[in-house]
């Protein structure tokens, strides 16, 4: 929600006359008319919000209007930063213990089960397949064990703190382990087909940055 008395520069309290005053020198600076190019588009746009401003402060009733919605959306922000501090707050007076179960001081023995457990399922499945997938074995038995190593050492913490593992990294492993199927398989028509599927994915998974890249293009055209 925009703040018009920042656009304006004013104070909440600021009656109609500081209001009309403000505004006037405002919108005299950024008379479009004045500037060329983007800063001619900048101008325009920020004359708009101006005359916005302006329209929504000196009408009484909409001005009421605007303060209402105004203060509750401080309110929800307030709302919003203080359970952030909370959640800081409990993972700080927690994070120690954490520290402690998994640090080499007081807790070996996590660290060493998962690293044995970790390379002994690397060393079986790269045995496994070996003989079928020959040297792209050691990089599906590294994967296998890194995977099962970190559900093993998060299965502590999460008595501590909730972890939450988001479905894109799951559908990313997903597709890890089908573009190595694929690329195994060595067919033109299948890596043809994978790689059209992980372009798609790998869009969606960055469309934000894409969208902002198109918008800064978008902008000097």
Known sequence: MKNYYELLEVNPKASKEIIEKAYKVLIKQCHPDAYIGEEKRFAEEKTVELNEAYHILTNDFLRSQYDLELQRESYNQQSMNQNRTNNRNYFNDNIDKIKEDLSINKDTKIIGKTTIVAATINLIVNLLCIKFIGLWA???????????????????????????????????????????????CNKTAINIINFIIILIYCIYLNQNTIQEIFKEIQKKV
């Open 138 to 184: 050691a990089a599906v038995s590294t994967l296998v064990a890194m995977i099962i190593n970190y559900n093993l050492r998060t299965k502590r913490i999460r008595k501590y703190i909730k972890l939450v593992c988001e479905y894109k990294i799951i559908l990313s492993l997903l597709f890890l382990v089908i573009d190595l199927l694929a690329f195994y």
